[in-house]
């Protein structure tokens, strides 16, 4: 990718700042996800609490109090209606919500998914009537939400399962996995079987993430890496590090023009890459303990970062994709699938 791309006109450096600082959780965060509204997130931490925030004032709208400490996974609801979270329960719960304050959400709890070891990702399909979980059991699973019947299960991968990330077109009838062993596994929805297996990192997989076309995705690793594939190609396309960063990736995701990888670290950071280029074009410092999870915003305009410092932030957006909207960047799309097309 980064000789295809020479001749793009390189990102400057960029300073990003904090816009809302989100207080709330009594340890570190490990989770969060935002609402489709561009406005709500959910997020959930080692001290069993999960919460709903509202991102432009900073208040809490909800929060749950879950039995177990350690709630690895949270995700919302395409309706916004909802939310489902786990840990170490190996539980999947999903809480409705109402604009009722004083409502008991415990009192509505919904125990969908089971698995034998904790669970470590949650994903809502394209409905609120479906939702995709991994676990330290080692498989993947796809639940009806109603009934909580397992609708199917993805054997596969060789030790604990990390991270999920279900492709982003509206038919998604794939997902990518990433996890202890090392690798990172697309399987089929409906077939419950790997389609393709990428095993290129040194140590966990912490995370994955679709491009946004879905052609392609990233992950971050304890060896420090980024790394992007090519699902075309069949191949790893891009490694994304420096031999000053030695401390473990825990959580990416791309930028809406996919121009940029956001990466948070283990040493308190969130690099950020020109995905083309593979250089760094910004560092981004505020948390005060490791960066353990990361999204952008639905619409691109802002992400935001949980850490073990207890703490969110939202940060803008809008100085990085205004630029790389004004490059060259649709051209060399089209150039680059064709480049990655002749690889395979």
Not at 10 to 27: D, I, S
Not at 45 to 68: L, R, Y
Not at 109 to 121: D, I
Not at 297 to 306: I, N, V
Request: charged share 20%.
């Amino acid at each position: 990718v980064h000789q295809v791309a020479e001749r793009v006109e390189a990102l400057g450096q960029f300073v990003m700042k904090t816009r809302r600082t989100l207080k709330g959780h009594g340890n570190k965060v490990l989770c969060m996800d935002w609402c489709k509204d561009k406005r709500r997130i959910v997020s959930s931490s080692q001290d069993g609490k999960v919460i709903v925030w509202d991102s432009f004032t900073t208040n809490k709208e909800h929060a749950v109090t879950m039995p177990c400490t350690w709630v690895m996974a949270c995700a919302y609801a395409p309706s916004g209606c909802a939310i489902a979270c786990g840990g170490l329960d190996n539980k999947c719960s999903v809480y409705p919500l109402t604009f009722d304050k004083n409502e008991n959400m415990a009192a509505k709890k919904k125990s969908v998914a089971m698995h034998t070891n904790y669970l470590s990702a949650c994903s809502f399909t394209n409905s609120d009537m479906q939702i995709l979980t991994a676990s330290g059991d080692g498989t993947c699973a796809l639940w009806d939400v109603e009934s909580g019947q397992l609708l199917q299960s993805f054997h596969g991968h060789g030790a604990d399962v990390l991270c999920l990330d279900l492709a982003p077109s509206e038919t998604g009838n794939t997902f990518v996995s990433g996890g202890c062993d090392k690798k990172a596994m697309v399987w089929d929805m409906r077939s419950g079987q790997c389609v393709q297996a990428f095993e290129t990192h040194e140590s966990d997989i912490n995370s994955v993430r679709y491009y946004p076309s879905g052609d392609a995705f990233a992950s971050g690793s304890d060896d420090a890496t980024c790394r992007l594939y090519d699902l075309r190609a069949d191949r790893e396309v891009a490694v994304y590090s420096k031999d000053s960063i030695i401390f473990g990736a825990s959580s990416v995701d791309f930028s809406l023009s996919g121009r940029l990888l956001f990466a948070g670290y283990n040493d308190y950071t969130i690099n950020v890459w020109d995905v083309l280029k593979g250089s760094r074009v910004s560092i981004l410092f505020g948390h005060e303990n490791r960066v353990s999870t990361l999204r952008v915003s639905p619409d691109g305009t802002a992400f935001c970062s949980g850490s073990w410092d207890h703490t969110l932030r939202v940060r803008e957006t809008l100085l990085f994709d205004s630029v790389c909207e004004r490059s060259d960047w649709p051209s060399l799309k089209q150039r680059l699938r064709v480049s990655l097309g002749d690889m395979s």
